[in-house]
Nanobody, 114 residues
Framework: QVQFVESGGGLVQAGGSLRLSCTAS????????VGWYRRAPGKQREFVAT???????NYADSVKGRFTISRDNAKNSVYLQMTSLKPEDTADYYC????????WGQGTQVTVSS
């Protein structure tokens, strides 16, 4: 079982920035693909960004150029730097780890006011 500690969510005005952090208690963290998904109110969970063990990154089109994902294997942590936030970015953001199976964090709430 993987335990996650997520932080960094909150309330921000449109155009502002937030940095999400996630630390996972996984011995295989450095070998895993990690990332973030989000679920907006009344919508399905959607992909935001991932970073592979080789530090190859993927982003949803809706966040490209605004969000940056990074990882620190020494800290078993993955980060999501979010800039130029929009009201439509409002969602619960979930940390994600993939290694033989998927693991999910509890989520951190991000609210962007217009």
């Amino acid at each position: 079982q993987v335990q996650f500690v997520e932080s960094g969510g909150g309330l921000v005005q449109a155009g502002g920035s937030l940095r999400l952090s996630c630390t996972a208690s996984a011995l295989f963290f450095s070998s895993s693909t990690v990332g973030w998904y989000r679920r907006a109110p009344g919508k399905q969970r959607e992909f935001v960004a991932t970073i592979s063990s080789f530090k190859s990154t993927n982003y949803a089109d809706s966040v490209k150029g605004r969000f940056t994902i990074s990882r620190d294997n020494a800290k078993n942590s993955v980060y999501l730097q979010m800039t130029s936030l929009k009201p439509e970015d409002t969602a619960d953001y979930y940390c994600y780890l993939l290694w033989r199976q998927s693991y999910w964090g509890q989520g951190t709430q991000v609210t962007v006011s217009s």
